[in-house]
């Protein structure tokens, strides 16, 4: 993964630096009891895994289209950089990003799903981290 083109490192850094900013804002935002907004909650840990695997994406030079499904972009990594991320998971991640935005005729997200949409999020972190170069992680 290194020998990446500076431009594309840069690009690559600042993909990371998002990432990085969402999932402090899901730790965050969790902290706030029961003022705790956890359908934002689960809107920053969606946008930390859809942008770590975006990252992990433009380290091997693929293209991915604007999206927020997970499954599409999950479909577009190279066989053996796989993310600790069930279809399950991805499902009700790309939910978060979506559907939860809005208001519907949807139960309103609990503490539980929050907690483990920050999980889920902290576990896809770390093994992409795992597989980004030394130079990438370096701002």
Known sequence: MSG???SALLVLREW???ADSDWRASEY???MGQDCPYEAVCFHAQ???EKYIKALLICHSIAFPKVHDLAKLVGLLPIGKDVPLT???QAKLTDYAMVDRYPGDREPITRAEAEEAVSVAHKVREAVRALLSRE???N
């Open 4 to 6: 990446l083109p500076e």
């Open 16 to 18: 990371i630096q998002k």
């Open 29 to 31: 935002l969790l902290t």
């Open 47 to 49: 946008q930390c895994v």
């Open 87 to 89: 279809v399950i998971e």
């Open 136 to 138: 990438a992680l370096d």
